[in-house]
DNA sequence: TTTATATATTGCAATATTACGATTAATATA
DNA sequence: TATATTAATCGTAATATTGCAATATATAAA
């Protein structure tokens, strides 16, 4: 029906999910990479650096915002964007507990 | 256009995004977090597991092992399947540098 | 060979995503 | 106040994703 079964899910499947898709768009990995670069993080300078048209840029960091990626602060009429550090923290360390355990495991895998 | 413009952007970004992508769905968090668990991992199991058609594991399989983030053996007329260390581990060092790189740049943050 | 079991594929309907032009909203400046 | 600048929103077209029933495929067992 390509409508995702939500409340089949536990919480915490449908949160991390939902992280991993505010990241799955090259758009937004290109986006989140030139914020990691650039000290000063307006939009128009995303909208400069990326092929991309305003209005599209715009959703996509629509997207990341949702997701509590990035944190947006008006500077008169522009906007500065930067990375919100807590959120990929949290992200990398559901990440490590993961790959840990997969490489505890390692012995006991079946294929 | 709902298509993504891939050309625009590199190699690395459009690999990351699309290792994401594959993680994007809460079927498929569930399906990892059942194939850590458990030791045994025939896929008649997940399908017992997950409130979801046999078709349609079927298909989340099949994107997980298009990302290559599982493996799947056949063992007679079952398959079993299993979580593929070495692009987990790739994801989490990915993952780490970013991270780590936002935690040392904090202080030139704008935000 | 027939039958049962396990998984993949196909076809389709419902919904979501991506992209952009046009417009709007809000602030700064002349 | 009028105008320019910056970013968000709206509307729409094209494409992708999700989910399932039905069917196909492949192997094992009787």
Redesign the interface.
């Known amino acids: 029906m390509g409508i ?3 409340d ?3 919480t915490n ?2 949160e ?3 992280l ?2 505010a ?8 986006i ?2 030139f914020l ?1 670069k650039n ?3 307006i939009c128009g300078d995303i909208v400069d650096e ?3 048209a305003q209005a599209t840029i715009s959703q996509h960091l629509k997207e990341l915002k949702n997701a509590n990626l990035i ?3 008006i500077e008169g009429t522009a906007i ?4 919100n ?1 807590e959120v ?2 949290e ?2 360390n559901k ?2 507990l ?2 840990n ?3 505890t ?2 012995n ?4």
């Open positions: 995702t079964k939500t089949s899910f536990t499947q449908n991390l999910a939902t991993f898709k990241l799955a768009h090259p758009a937004r990995i290109a989140i990479e990691l000290e000063k993080c990326l092929p991309l944190i947006g602060t500065c964007y930067c990375l550090q990929f923290s992200l990398n990440i490590n993961i790959t355990q997969l490489i495991k390692n006991s895998k079946c294929c």
